[in-house]
């Protein structure tokens, strides 16, 4: 079956870096997202790799390996601002996204 | 309006109400979703549609009927829901579907009740 991992709630504290991973298993795969979704409210897009490595947005950033089947989004700079769920979701072979449960990032001044 | 709007925001319902969720996309897309979110597990697809035609069905329970009369509006009829039907109903939209990078621009949502 199609299955994404994620830690269900991390905490950090304000100022600080953190990093959210995220695995899947899923039948093929045509790009990774990340959506970030604030209590109450849509999710909103953050970022899409396809190829392997790490691309910056501010003060986001998002990393991909495709072997492992692994990725990982870096916060830096945390504000109180960042509290939210950040849900990861993989493009299937076709072209479905699979979702993963989300994690609660909880930050702390 | 711009983005995607849903209507209602809140909405508490009994098990033999029938009721409708609106979504409305101000974005010109040609595609448009409707997703279950529980608190704790995935989000949940449970239709889509692109360019007025329903081209993905989850398996959904019949209870459950979408309707998509234009590219632009999005209607989910609810009829004998049961508690377990209790979540945020999400609707999005996307420029296409089947192909790479398409982002998807979500409402936000419905918090439906089930009493």
């Known amino acids: 079956g199609q299955n994404i991992d994620q830690p269900t709630e991390m905490t950090a504290t304000e100022g600080a870096i953190v990093q959210i991973n995220c695995t899947y298993q899923?039948?093929?795969?045509?790009?990774l997202f990340w959506y970030q979704q604030h209590a109450g409210e849509a999710p909103t897009f953050l970022s899409y790799?396809?190829l392997d490595g790490l691309e910056e947005k501010g003060r986001f950033s998002s990393f991909l390996s495709r072997s492992k089947g692994y990725s990982y989004l870096l916060l830096k700079e945390l504000q109180m601002k960042d509290s939210a769920s950040y849900l990861c979701?993989?493009?299937?072979?076709?072209?479905?996204?699979?979702w993963g449960a989300g994690t609660k990032l909880i930050i702390k001044p | 309006e711009t983005g995607v709007t849903q209507t209602p925001r809140h909405l508490v319902m009994g098990m033999t109400n029938k009721k409708s969720l609106k979504c409305e996309q101000h974005?010109?897309?040609?595609?448009m979703y409707w997703y279950k979110q529980s608190a704790k597990k995935p989000l949940e697809l449970m239709f889509v549609?692109?360019?007025?035609?329903?081209?993905e069905n989850n398996s959904v329970p019949s209870r459950f009927s979408p309707e998509c009369p234009n590219s632009s509006h999005l209607f989910l009829h609810l009829h004998t829901l049961q508690p377990e039907d209790s979540a945020l109903y999400l609707c999005?939209?996307?420029?296409?579907?089947?192909?790479?990078?398409?982002?998807?621009?979500f409402g936000p949502g419905t918090r439906l009740t089930v009493t």
């Open positions: 999005a939209s996307s420029q296409d579907t089947g192909k790479p990078s398409y982002e998807q621009y």
């Open positions: 974005l010109g897309h040609n595609a």
């Open positions: 549609y692109s360019l007025e035609e329903r081209v």
């Open positions: 899923t039948s093929g795969f045509n790009g």
């Open positions: 790799n396809v």
């Open positions: 979701a993989v493009l299937d072979s076709n072209y479905q996204l699979i």
